[in-house]
């Protein structure tokens, strides 16, 4: 018999997921059986348990995923050399997740992700890792910017990082309820409120 490629493997679980994703943005974590997912992939039970033993893990897999893209890009702002203004980095945050949305339903499987996060431990448990790391590199990009006097110096870095961390959930919440339409100003009110060293610095010299 020969052998399966790992890309092959890989391809095969993206399917999956992406399957899981449509039907759990449709009808929901509960309301979506087994069933529905084998349906949904167009795979038999056997192919889908090689990859997942139960609609839990496929949960967790999928949490884990949307949880992965927001703490890279976090990342990604935190290391953009020169370093950008805070409110850019949270404005290109917010068009990210955007983006994520309109291609596979991030907002949705964010609010339901949280939802069973208060009964599940296991995705409460990766909830929590993904906050920190979210916050710990968001924390850097702010003493950079305290070190430069463009945010206040009294204030710790961790708080400031919590305060955006803290926006992108209400930004995911309208996001998901009211539609993309009604989210189109907040990347720039971000920008606005937080605005970048060299903005800053021509506003002060404009007459």
Known sequence: MPKVSQEYLDARRTEILAAARRCFVRDGFHETSMQDLLAEAGMSSGSVY?????????????????????????RRQAERKPPVGLGEAVAD???????????????????????????NPRLAERLTTALTKATTDLAGLVREHQDVGQLPPDVAADSF??????????????????????????????RALWPSPGAQAAAEGSP
């Open 161 to 190: 990082a919590q305060l955006i961390t803290a926006t992108v959930p209400g930004y995911i919440l309208q996001l998901a309820t009211l539609g993309a339409d009604a989210v189109d100003g907040l990347p720039g009110a971000a």
């Open 93 to 119: 945050l917010f068009e990210v997740i955007r983006a994520k949305h309109a291609e596979n339903g991030f907002a949705a499987i964010a609010l339901l992700t949280w939802s069973e996060s208060l009964r």
């Open 50 to 74: 090689r990859y997942f033993s139960s609609k839990q893990d496929m949960i967790v897999a999928i949490a884990e995923e949307n949880l992965a893209e927001v703490v890279r890009e976090a």
